[in-house]
Nanobody, 124 residues
Framework: QVHLVESGGGPVQAGGSLRLSCVSS????????MAWFRQAIGREREAVAV???????TYADSVKGRFTISKDNAKNTLYLEMTSLKPEDSAMYYC??????????????????WGQGTQVTVSS
């Protein structure tokens, strides 16, 4: 079992930065694919960034060059460094864990463990 708890969200002005954290409990942390998803009001939950168990990363086109996903295995913590934030980045951000395949890592149904979410609000 993997338990995920996000933090670090909040209000920020456009152009600003935030770092989200996701602390994981469970003995599979080092061998599981981790990801950040987001969901804005009235929209589908979408993948933002994926850190595969082999260390490779995948980003949504909308955040490439602005967001960075990383993890600290010693702290069982996943991070999402967000820079140059835009109002359209406003959403509830969720940490997720699972075992997706190489072609399905951006699909939400491939992830079986989810955190409760942390809200990011970017004002113009």
């Amino acid at each position: 079992q993997v338990h995920l708890v996000e933090s670090g969200g909040g209000p920020v002005q456009a152009g600003g930065s935030l770092r989200l954290s996701c602390v994981s409990s469970g003995d599979k942390y080092s061998s599981i694919t981790m990801a950040w998803f987001r969901q804005a009001i009235g929209r589908e939950r979408e993948a933002v960034a994926v850190l595969d168990r082999d260390g490779s990363t995948t980003y949504a086109d909308s955040v490439k060059g602005r967001f960075t996903i990383s993890k600290d295995n010693a702290k069982n913590t996943l991070y999402l460094e967000m820079t140059s934030l835009k109002p359209e980045d406003s959403a509830m951000y969720y940490c997720a864990a699972g075992w997706p395949g190489p072609m399905t890592r951006l699909l939400r149904y491939e992830y079986i463990h989810w955190g409760q979410g942390t809200q990011v609000t970017v004002s113009s």
